[in-house]
């Protein structure tokens, strides 16, 4: 028994050990650099990011809209008279064009607003 409560107080001895080591050896002093940083090389205003997120938000609709519409135009193409195949074609090329007309919206009125809170 005393065996056992022995090894367990070497145990617990060791890993003490090696946490203060790690502790004492990591002592030093660390500079942190900003993950985003902008053009002027400081750390990137929440600005900044948010409008990095909305231009990449921006073109990947930009790019999937485009597919939406051949895919429509695939599925009424390969419809064979099916009206339930042509229907759905129809919708994914509207859903894709009205997609198109929101990303085009979002982009004049987000250019229009940073203008006027920029002047």
């Given at each position: ?62 790019m ?9 135009g ?6 064979g ?6 229907t ?11 997609g ?11 250019t ?6 920029t002047d």
């Open positions: 028994m005393t065996k056992i409560n022995f090894l367990k107080l070497a145990v617990v001895a060791v890993v003490m050990s090696f946490t203060l080591t790690a502790g004492f050896a990591m002592a030093q002093a660390v500079t942190l650099e900003p993950p985003i940083k902008n053009e002027s090389g400081s750390g990137a205003e929440v600005e900044d990011i948010i409008g990095k997120v909305a231009g990449v938000i921006f073109w990947l609709g930009l999937i809209c485009p597919i939406g519409i051949i895919w429509g695939f599925e009424i193409a390969t419809a008279g099916d009206q339930n195949k042509i759905k074609g129809r919708q994914i090329i509207l859903y894709s064009i009205i198109l007309v929101i990303i085009a919206i979002s982009a004049t009125l987000a229009v607003i940073k203008n006027i809170l």
